[in-house]
């Protein structure tokens, strides 16, 4: 007995649209861990206005990396879309105890968590089928 986990194929041009947004979330996560590992002066600058070390900045950079490549793999990427967003509820708390803008930088992460379950949602069935109601 199959535990009705079979879902019908996604259209070519919902996977694209799919592809589009996980990609835009993708380059940006991307840059964002590469600039923390490299740590760059913005970086410096950004992580003493938060109250951070620097020194933990390479390895939030190496986390976000591994989260996204998580993501990035197909057969993973519900996986990496929680991790991500976990790591972007940090990013949320992290300017809420500041008190930075709150939609140019407190909801940022959250736009960013949209892109990657939207996409995710229009390329993957299987995420449809998590959140679908049960009958």
Known sequence: MQAGTETAPV?????????ILSGIAVLFLLFDSIIKVMV???????????????????????????????YVIPRTSILGAILLTGYL???VATHVRVGS????????PIYVAVLLWGGLFLRDNRVGALIAPRS
């Open 11 to 19: 259209s070519k041009r919902r996977v694209r649209a799919g592809e």
């Open 101 to 108: 803008p709150l939609f140019t930088h407190v909801l940022f």
């Open 89 to 91: 509820g940090g990013a």
């Open 40 to 70: 760059i002066a913005p970086v410096v600058a950004s992580f003493s206005q938060l109250g951070y070390p620097v020194s933990v900045s390479r390895g939030i950079g190496l986390l976000q990396l591994v989260c996204l490549a998580v």
